[in-house]
Protein backbone atom coordinates (compact mmCIF):
# COMPACT_ATOMS: atom_id res chain seq x y z
CA UNK A 1 0.00 0.00 0.00
CA UNK A 2 1.53 3.08 -0.83
CA UNK A 3 1.66 6.10 2.05
CA UNK A 4 -1.76 7.88 0.88
CA UNK A 5 -3.71 4.68 1.06
CA UNK A 6 -2.20 4.03 4.63
CA UNK A 7 -3.64 7.68 5.67
CA UNK A 8 -7.23 6.47 4.32
CA UNK A 9 -7.04 3.30 6.14
CA UNK A 10 -6.31 5.15 9.06
CA UNK A 11 -9.01 7.47 8.73
CA UNK A 12 -11.77 4.86 7.68
CA UNK A 13 -10.52 2.64 11.04
CA UNK A 14 -11.11 5.93 13.32
CA UNK A 15 -14.21 6.57 11.67
CA UNK A 16 -15.15 2.92 11.72
CA UNK A 17 -14.30 2.77 15.48
CA UNK A 18 -16.50 6.02 16.02
CA UNK A 19 -20.12 4.80 15.65
CA UNK A 20 -21.24 4.75 18.42
CA UNK A 21 -23.07 1.70 18.50
CA UNK A 22 -24.41 1.89 22.51
CA UNK A 23 -25.68 4.94 21.79
CA UNK A 24 -27.62 3.88 19.04
CA UNK A 25 -29.54 1.25 20.61
CA UNK A 26 -30.59 3.62 23.37
CA UNK A 27 -31.91 6.20 20.85
CA UNK A 28 -33.30 3.13 19.28
CA UNK A 29 -35.23 2.61 22.58
CA UNK A 30 -36.04 6.10 22.68
CA UNK A 31 -33.63 7.33 25.88
CA UNK A 32 -30.13 8.72 25.95
CA UNK A 33 -27.77 5.63 27.19
CA UNK A 34 -25.67 8.27 28.63
CA UNK A 35 -28.08 9.48 31.52
CA UNK A 36 -28.95 5.54 32.67
CA UNK A 37 -26.89 3.24 34.40
CA UNK A 38 -22.83 4.14 34.80
CA UNK A 39 -23.54 6.56 31.78
CA UNK A 40 -21.39 4.67 29.35
CA UNK A 41 -22.00 3.98 25.81
CA UNK A 42 -20.09 0.63 25.94
CA UNK A 43 -21.96 -3.21 25.86
CA UNK A 44 -21.22 -2.96 30.09
CA UNK A 45 -23.48 -0.14 30.86
CA UNK A 46 -25.98 -1.35 27.58
CA UNK A 47 -26.49 -4.46 28.80
CA UNK A 48 -27.08 -3.15 32.68
CA UNK A 49 -29.47 -0.97 31.13
CA UNK A 50 -31.29 -3.24 28.79
CA UNK A 51 -30.46 -6.78 29.25
CA UNK A 52 -28.17 -9.42 27.91
CA UNK A 53 -29.98 -9.15 24.40
CA UNK A 54 -28.93 -5.81 23.69
CA UNK A 55 -25.04 -6.35 25.19
CA UNK A 56 -24.93 -9.13 22.68
CA UNK A 57 -25.84 -6.49 20.21
CA UNK A 58 -23.66 -3.74 21.45
CA UNK A 59 -20.39 -6.27 22.04
CA UNK A 60 -20.74 -7.76 18.79
CA UNK A 61 -21.07 -4.23 16.96
CA UNK A 62 -18.07 -2.94 18.67
CA UNK A 63 -15.77 -5.83 18.23
CA UNK A 64 -16.58 -5.47 14.63
CA UNK A 65 -15.26 -1.86 14.40
CA UNK A 66 -11.96 -3.21 15.31
CA UNK A 67 -11.80 -6.35 13.64
CA UNK A 68 -13.06 -4.98 10.53
CA UNK A 69 -10.63 -2.07 10.05
CA UNK A 70 -7.55 -4.13 10.94
CA UNK A 71 -7.83 -7.20 9.08
CA UNK A 72 -9.12 -5.60 6.00
CA UNK A 73 -5.91 -3.55 5.94
CA UNK A 74 -3.83 -5.98 6.82
CA UNK A 75 -5.49 -8.10 3.98
CA UNK A 76 -4.70 -5.20 1.30
CA UNK A 77 -1.37 -4.56 2.27
CA UNK A 78 -0.76 -8.19 2.10
CA UNK A 79 0.84 -8.44 5.66
CA UNK A 80 -2.17 -10.64 7.00
CA UNK A 81 -0.51 -13.79 7.94
CA UNK A 82 2.90 -12.34 7.40
CA UNK A 83 5.30 -14.10 10.65
CA UNK A 84 7.65 -11.40 9.56
CA UNK A 85 6.46 -7.81 8.13
CA UNK A 86 9.21 -5.08 7.57
CA UNK A 87 8.96 -2.80 10.89
CA UNK A 88 7.78 0.53 8.95
CA UNK A 89 5.09 -1.61 7.83
CA UNK A 90 3.98 -3.29 11.31
CA UNK A 91 4.06 0.56 12.50
CA UNK A 92 1.43 1.90 9.84
CA UNK A 93 -0.65 -0.99 10.56
CA UNK A 94 0.31 -0.36 14.48
CA UNK A 95 -1.35 2.71 13.33
CA UNK A 96 -4.98 1.49 11.98
CA UNK A 97 -5.13 -0.63 14.94
CA UNK A 98 -4.67 2.32 17.37
CA UNK A 99 -6.95 5.08 15.26
CA UNK A 100 -9.94 2.26 15.68
CA UNK A 101 -9.97 2.35 19.43
CA UNK A 102 -9.42 5.79 19.22
CA UNK A 103 -12.32 6.12 17.22
CA UNK A 104 -14.14 4.55 19.84
CA UNK A 105 -13.09 6.02 23.07
CA UNK A 106 -13.31 9.36 21.48
CA UNK A 107 -16.03 9.86 19.16
CA UNK A 108 -16.49 12.78 17.58
CA UNK A 109 -20.40 12.02 16.99
CA UNK A 110 -20.57 12.41 21.14
CA UNK A 111 -18.27 15.35 21.60
CA UNK A 112 -15.22 13.27 22.02
CA UNK A 113 -16.56 11.24 24.78
CA UNK A 114 -17.21 7.68 23.96
CA UNK A 115 -16.58 3.67 25.45
CA UNK A 116 -13.88 2.14 27.55
CA UNK A 117 -12.69 0.42 23.86
CA UNK A 118 -12.39 -3.46 25.68
CA UNK A 119 -14.63 -4.89 22.75
CA UNK A 120 -13.52 -2.54 19.68
CA UNK A 121 -9.90 -3.88 21.17
CA UNK A 122 -10.46 -7.29 21.19
CA UNK A 123 -11.99 -7.15 17.60
CA UNK A 124 -8.63 -5.19 16.49
CA UNK A 125 -6.28 -7.97 18.14
CA UNK A 126 -7.85 -10.68 16.64
CA UNK A 127 -7.69 -8.77 13.14
CA UNK A 128 -3.87 -8.22 13.57
CA UNK A 129 -3.65 -11.94 12.11
CA UNK A 130 -1.02 -13.21 12.82
CA UNK A 131 1.01 -11.16 15.11
CA UNK A 132 -1.50 -9.81 18.02
CA UNK A 133 -4.09 -12.68 17.30
CA UNK A 134 -2.99 -15.27 20.08
CA UNK A 135 -2.21 -12.62 22.24
CA UNK A 136 -5.42 -11.16 21.96
CA UNK A 137 -7.10 -14.64 22.59
CA UNK A 138 -4.70 -15.08 25.57
CA UNK A 139 -5.74 -11.61 27.04
CA UNK A 140 -9.58 -12.86 26.30
CA UNK A 141 -8.94 -16.11 28.44
CA UNK A 142 -7.80 -13.20 31.51
CA UNK A 143 -10.92 -11.58 31.14
CA UNK A 144 -12.73 -14.77 31.45
CA UNK A 145 -11.01 -16.10 34.44
CA UNK A 146 -11.34 -12.99 36.63
CA UNK A 147 -14.45 -12.49 35.77
CA UNK A 148 -15.29 -16.29 36.83
CA UNK A 149 -13.36 -15.30 39.84
CA UNK A 150 -14.56 -11.93 40.65
CA UNK A 151 -17.34 -11.44 38.77
CA UNK A 152 -16.69 -7.50 38.05
CA UNK A 153 -16.59 -7.18 34.17
CA UNK A 154 -14.32 -3.84 35.43
CA UNK A 155 -11.86 -5.76 37.10
CA UNK A 156 -11.33 -8.30 34.15
CA UNK A 157 -11.36 -5.99 31.56
CA UNK A 158 -8.55 -4.42 33.42
CA UNK A 159 -6.53 -7.23 34.24
CA UNK A 160 -6.77 -8.75 30.61
CA UNK A 161 -5.46 -5.26 29.15
CA UNK A 162 -2.90 -5.02 32.00
CA UNK A 163 -1.58 -8.37 30.18
CA UNK A 164 -1.65 -7.67 26.65
CA UNK A 165 2.21 -6.20 26.47
CA UNK A 166 3.05 -9.49 28.61
CA UNK A 167 1.00 -11.68 26.19
CA UNK A 168 2.56 -9.75 22.94
CA UNK A 169 6.24 -10.44 24.09
CA UNK A 170 5.57 -14.08 25.38
CA UNK A 171 4.14 -14.84 21.43
CA UNK A 172 7.09 -13.14 20.35
CA UNK A 173 9.09 -15.46 22.14
CA UNK A 174 7.43 -18.51 20.63
CA UNK A 175 7.13 -17.76 17.40
CA UNK A 176 11.29 -16.77 17.55
CA UNK A 177 11.12 -20.44 18.92
CA UNK A 178 8.93 -21.99 16.41
CA UNK A 179 10.53 -20.35 13.68
CA UNK A 180 7.55 -20.88 10.80
CA UNK A 181 8.11 -21.06 7.41
CA UNK A 182 9.05 -17.64 5.77
CA UNK A 183 9.62 -16.32 8.97
CA UNK A 184 12.68 -13.76 9.06
CA UNK A 185 14.02 -13.65 12.90
CA UNK A 186 15.47 -9.95 12.72
CA UNK A 187 11.99 -8.45 11.04
CA UNK A 188 10.09 -10.65 13.47
CA UNK A 189 11.76 -9.56 16.87
CA UNK A 190 11.52 -5.82 15.71
CA UNK A 191 7.77 -5.55 14.65
CA UNK A 192 7.25 -7.75 18.05
CA UNK A 193 8.93 -5.13 20.05
CA UNK A 194 6.96 -2.29 17.69
CA UNK A 195 3.75 -4.36 18.89
CA UNK A 196 4.62 -4.48 22.15
CA UNK A 197 5.58 -0.88 22.77
CA UNK A 198 2.28 0.16 20.91
CA UNK A 199 -0.14 -2.60 23.14
CA UNK A 200 1.28 -1.02 26.08
CA UNK A 201 0.22 2.34 25.09
CA UNK A 202 -3.02 1.14 24.33
CA UNK A 203 -3.23 -0.29 27.67
CA UNK A 204 -2.14 2.53 29.81
CA UNK A 205 -4.96 4.33 28.13
CA UNK A 206 -7.37 1.62 28.52
CA UNK A 207 -6.54 1.35 32.16
CA UNK A 208 -7.05 5.27 32.20
CA UNK A 209 -10.43 5.08 30.76
CA UNK A 210 -11.20 2.73 33.92
CA UNK A 211 -10.13 5.26 36.32
CA UNK A 212 -13.66 5.62 37.88
CA UNK A 213 -14.24 1.97 37.92
CA UNK A 214 -11.05 1.48 40.05
CA UNK A 215 -12.16 4.16 42.37
CA UNK A 216 -15.75 2.03 42.97
CA UNK A 217 -13.40 -1.51 43.05
CA UNK A 218 -11.40 0.73 46.00
CA UNK A 219 -14.45 1.98 47.74
CA UNK A 220 -16.33 -1.66 47.26
CA UNK A 221 -19.25 0.00 45.28
CA UNK A 222 -18.75 -1.72 41.63
CA UNK A 223 -21.64 -3.78 41.26
CA UNK A 224 -20.78 -7.37 40.45
CA UNK A 225 -22.08 -9.05 36.74
CA UNK A 226 -25.84 -10.23 36.84
CA UNK A 227 -26.15 -8.29 40.14
CA UNK A 228 -27.95 -5.47 38.54
CA UNK A 229 -31.55 -5.70 36.62
CA UNK A 230 -32.39 -3.83 33.48
CA UNK A 231 -33.09 -0.03 34.04
CA UNK A 232 -36.67 0.62 33.14
CA UNK A 233 -37.11 2.75 30.22
CA UNK A 234 -39.32 4.57 27.76
CA UNK A 235 -39.28 1.88 25.44
Known sequence: MTATSWLLAI??????????????????????????????????????????????????????????????????????GNWSP????AMLWCAVFAATILGHMFTPWLKFKGGKGVATALGALLGFFPL??????AA???????????????????????????????QTGLTLWMR??????????????????????VSTTMIWRHRSNIARLRAGTEPKAGSEKPVPTTA
Open 11 to 80: AAAFLFGSFPTGYMIGRARGVDIRKLGSGNIGATNVGRVFGRKAWLVCFSGDFLKGFGPVLGAGIFAGLA
Open 86 to 89: LPEQ
Open 132 to 137: LTFAGL
Open 140 to 170: LAMFIFVLKVSRYVSLASICATASLPLFVLL
Open 180 to 201: PAGMEIGRATSAGLVLAGLTSI
